[in-house]
């Protein structure tokens, strides 16, 4: 079996600076919880809870001698206010492609403009980023868009891990909304470079892996890009989930396979699927 | 023959509001002559001729007792203030969706903007907008758009007869090319209903005559729409043209024609093309 990694994949900017500050905090012996998961990934989630560095979901977890640590997502301003408020030690790892957006949106002129956030409403990044506008759209597909109404001026900003294709998608719909539209291309760089990547190597390969956390939302859009250009699409959390007798049928008479990840997969789970499919016994080549 | 007519054909807000001003001046007994002809349309040029009103290309043209009328693409910047400093006496009749566009680019700070016209580098439209920036990028296509280097923030015009489809395939590859894009959609109302209702018309109906003037932007548009949509379209200056043997012969099974017109086309015209396709002797009934 042929295995062809994505020019891109895995861990981003954002992740593995969160992961360098935390680990900094370990090391010089401070005591740290996190707020809501670090990242989209169970490995990694449980390496960090066996240095003592544990998850919380609310300020009432957080023990008193513990620095509070804010995870790449971002929070919402009140949140941040709170913690201020209450004098709570915190070192904020928000990605700075997330930052951003919040201060982009802060500076809109809200009484003349209509701030469009493309994105989904329920993700944490775009629960803090919509927390910095007194009131802002949120949508996430060509039918909500066409939903807003005809008027004012717009103002719209991505979630970093959006699908660029559904961004175009928006924005065409959006030019028939409003005469004028100020547009903030906040789709993150590596979001673009991963999606451009699997895009292009997708209809190269027999069939083509996704590895990433479920609620990933980048992930996610890896697979659906993937998906559109090649039916045989797998996704799938860690190198374990390959291990199925289902998935060995289906792919036994392939050759080639394209390798990508989200960005929260650190770069030993790719390692370990490239491990398996090497050890994989499929007499595939004599089959054909 | 069943004649429907686009729900919008024919004279727009602008090339009204330039007929009125011209036979204003004509009634008050000015003495008048048009820069550049006032609109692509030949009946309606030969009456003002038989008016005393005639074209001229050049100021060495104008004769001293005549008032200067400038049609509604509008003039550049620097002709305008050579009129002014010539002591020209003038009607200025540019559209004042044009204007609009001149207004926009001239007070984009160019600094640190890019501006982005859409349209075509030759029409007096774009030639005039573009007198109103100091440096800015004409394009009309797809591929020209892809060419624009990326990086600085870009601030987006388009041409107001430009098709709206185009516009958006254009803003869908900028977005590609900065971070910030603020988009002016400079459409005028007149195009977009115009291009939406053949855009429903035209698959409706066995074929489309669409009636404006060779160089005439927005017909050309109308035109290609309407093509898109239906292969039977004709495009024809005057009711005059529909007299032909070929054409006739390629229309007789048919029964029902979708009727348009450009901007610059005169209601009459319409009419005596509905009386043409009434008074067709065309026994298409019996032959199906």
């Known amino acids: 079996m042929e295995i062809i990694i994505a020019e891109e994949a895995g861990f981003c900017f954002g992740v593995k600076r969160a992961l360098e500050l935390i680990e900094r905090l370990h090391e010089k012996g401070q005591n740290t919880q996190v707020f809501g998961q670090l990242i989209h990934n169970q490995s990694v989630l449980n390496d960090l809870a066996q240095k003592g560095i544990k998850t919380i979901t609310t300020f009432d977890e957080l023990k008193p001698d513990h620095t509070l640590f804010i995870r790449t997502h971002g929070i919402p301003k009140e949140t941040e206010e709170n913690i201020k408020n209450r004098g709570i030690a915190y070192v904020d790892a928000t990605c700075p492609f997330v930052k951003k957006i919040h201060h982009i949106v802060e500076k809109i002129d809200q009484g003349n403009t209509r701030i469009v956030i493309v994105g989904d409403k329920n993700h944490p990044e775009i629960i803090a980023a919509k927390s910095y506008t007194a009131d802002a759209i949120v949508v996430n597909s060509r039918t909500e868009a066409q939903a807003i109404p005809q008027g004012k001026p717009l103002a719209v900003v991505a979630q970093t891990t959006l ?66 250009k090649n039916e045989n699409t797998y996704f799938i959390e860690k190198s374990e989930d390959l291990n199925n007798q289902e998935f060995i049928e289906k792919i036994k008479h392939f050759q080639t396979v394209g390798l990508t990840a989200g960005a929260s997969t650190p770069p030993g789970e790719l390692d370990k699927i490239k491990e398996y499919f090497k050890k994989l016994k499929i007499d595939n080549i004599a089959r054909r």
């Open 163 to 228: 699908n660029t294709g559904l961004f175009k998608e928006i924005v065409s719909v959006l030019l028939d909304k409003a005469e004028k539209i100020e547009i903030h291309n906040t789709i993150c760089n590596a979001t673009r470079v991963r999606q451009e990547a699997i895009r292009k190597l997708a209809p190269q390969v027999d069939f083509v892996v996704v590895v990433g956390g479920r609620n990933s939302s980048n992930t996610r859009k890896l697979y659906e890009i993937a998906l559109e």
